[in-house]
T-cell receptor, first 116, second 112 residues
């Protein structure tokens, strides 16, 4: 089975632009979470979606939004890009919303976003 | 006070050494404890997770949790050059559903 896939792999944008990142979870997983990882730091939680509904949001500005589709794939959108948004954006999937299995998350390779 | 503290290292050891990686946490709601390994320019890979105090062993890896001290450790026995990576501790619990809170990561290099 394929793992979590993300596209694109790399992206270069200029300040003020908008970006859309995509994620496909492991087959059978209904939960998708997004994380931002700045160089030299651990991942920071942005959103969790389960069954197309937002179930959790981290401490990120409203410029960040996401959605989940009926096939459980997900998009992360970032508007009005800032230099500080340069990071590795990670998508993780899990099978459940709650309980121990919800914390067993499997990460994709990430999308490396550079804002110039 | 940060919710999670992890020594960023870097840590350099010879092949075959025993490696000890540690994290402390302050959030009493954390009930689940995980260790991830991240190779350069890759996504984190789940190594081990547990939800109880004590030790959990998997091959050369042992995860140790001390809830009373809010302290977790990962031990790697007979370390190999292929173990060279960044190791991230992660925590979850309470009503935060699938949210994981990560440490900063410790960079480990095992040299032949």
């Amino acid at each position: 089975d394929a793992g979590v896939t993300q596209s694109p792999t790399h992206l270069i944008k200029t300040r003020g632009q908008h970006v859309t990142l995509r994620c496909s979870p492991i087959s059978g997983h209904k939960s998708v979470s997004w994380y931002q990882q700045v160089l030299g730091q651990g991942p920071q939680f942005i959103f969790q979606y389960y069954e197309k509904e937002e179930r959790g949001r981290g401490n990120f500005p409203d410029r960040f939004s996401a959605r989940q589709f009926p096939n459980y794939s997900s998009e992360l959108n970032v508007n009005a890009l800032l230099l500080g948004d340069s990071a590795l954006y990670l998508c993780a999937s899990s099978s459940l919303l709650t309980g121990l299995d919800s914390y067993e998350q499997y990460f994709g390779p990430g999308t490396r976003l550079t804002v110039t | 006070q940060k919710e999670v503290e992890q020594d960023p290292g870097p840590l350099s050891v010879p092949e075959g050494a025993i490696v000890s990686l540690n994290c402390t946490y302050s959030n009493s709601a954390f009930q689940y404890f995980m260790w991830y390994r991240q190779y350069s320019r890759k996504g984190p890979e789940l190594l081990m997770y547990t939800y109880s105090s004590g030790n959990k062993e998997d091959g050369r890896f042992t995860a140790q949790v001390d809830k009373s001290s809010k302290y977790i450790s990962l031990f790697i026995r007979d370390s190999q050059p292929s173990d060279s990576a960044t190791y991230l501790c992660a925590f979850a619990g309470g009503t935060s559903y699938g949210k994981l809170t990560f440490g900063q990561g410790t960079i480990l290099t095992v040299h032949p």
